[in-house]
C-alpha cells in the first residue's frame, strides 16, 4: 500500500483520539489526600452527633456514604 500525505498507509482508518477528556475526567472525580487522624476524628465526630452539617457532607461524599448512614465502625472500638 502506498502511504499518503498525513504519512498513514492508505486504506488505515484516521485516528481517533479514545482517551477521556481531561475536563471530564477531573470533573468526575478528584483526588484528595487525607491525613488518617483527621479521617478518623470526623469518623468518630460523625457517629456521634458532634460534626458540622459540611463536614457530615464532606465525610459522605469522600467515603461514598448514601446520605444519612453513619461511616463504618473502626476496628478496636471509638478513640477516646
Do not use: K
Not at 487522624?37 to 465526630?45: S, Y
Amino acid at each position: 500500500m502506498a502511504a499518503h500525505a498525513g504519512g498513514a498507509l492508505a486504506g488505515d482508518a484516521p485516528p481517533r483520539d479514545t482517551a477521556p477528556s481531561c475536563s471530564t475526567a477531573v470533573a468526575s472525580r478528584r483526588i484528595q489526600w487525607v491525613n488518617t487522624p483527621v479521617l478518623i476524628e470526623a469518623m468518630e465526630r460523625h457517629r456521634q452527633g458532634l460534626l458540622p452539617r459540611s463536614m457530615q457532607l464532606w465525610l459522605q461524599q469522600l467515603l461514598e456514604l448514601p446520605p444519612g448512614n453513619p461511616p463504618p465502625e473502626l476496628p478496636g472500638g471509638p478513640r477516646h
